[in-house]
């Protein structure tokens, strides 16, 4: 199993207070382990954060499943009472070693901003980035190679 971590917060960046976050992580379709050859329905695992926002899951790596495989997230606000007040859906896939659900996220063609750049000699933090392979504080650096990477 891969652990996928996140945290739910307000557009300040605290915590959402009088809303309660519910994650649900729902497997596209029934597959099958590549190892093993275990059988795992397209059932949903839902996930309540903690009252910082921070939660945590296992889920099965997709990259280790036979067919083409990726999870529907989708994150819903509820009111104090449980009613939806609003929500968000993605797509992610998760590899075997897991990670940040925002860094898991495949936006597609549908993204607000699927061009945003990372000038550096080190990798993204995230697969949304164009990567241009190069040291920001020095042109002439050697180890900067001018290449323009879309990171994958």
């Known amino acids: ?24 992580f729902t497997l596209n379709a029934g597959n099958i382990t590549a190892s093993g050859g275990g059988l795992r329905p ?3 695992q839902t996930v309540t954060p903690s009252s910082d926002g921070t939660f945590s899951t296992n889920l099965e790596p997709t990259v280790s499943m036979l067919a083409d495989a990726w999870y529907m997230v989708r994150i819903e606000w509820l009111d104090n009472v449980g009613n939806l007040i609003t929500y968000l859906e993605f797509q992610i896939r998760v590899p075997t070693s ?7 996220i495949e936006l597609g063609s549908g993204g607000a901003n699927p ?26 650096d050697p180890a900067g190679t001018g290449d323009v990477r879309q990171w994958r």
């Open 98 to 104: 897991g990670g940040v659900l925002s860094d898991l």
């Open 42 to 44: 397209n059932n949903t």
């Open 1 to 24: 199993m891969a652990v996928v971590t996140g945290n739910l917060k307000d557009i300040g960046g605290a915590a959402m207070g009088n809303r309660n976050g519910v994650v649900k």
């Open 115 to 140: 061009m945003i750049w990372w000038v550096g000699l080190t990798a993204p933090p995230s697969r949304r980035y164009i990567w241009l392979h190069m040291n920001p504080a020095d042109n002439t």
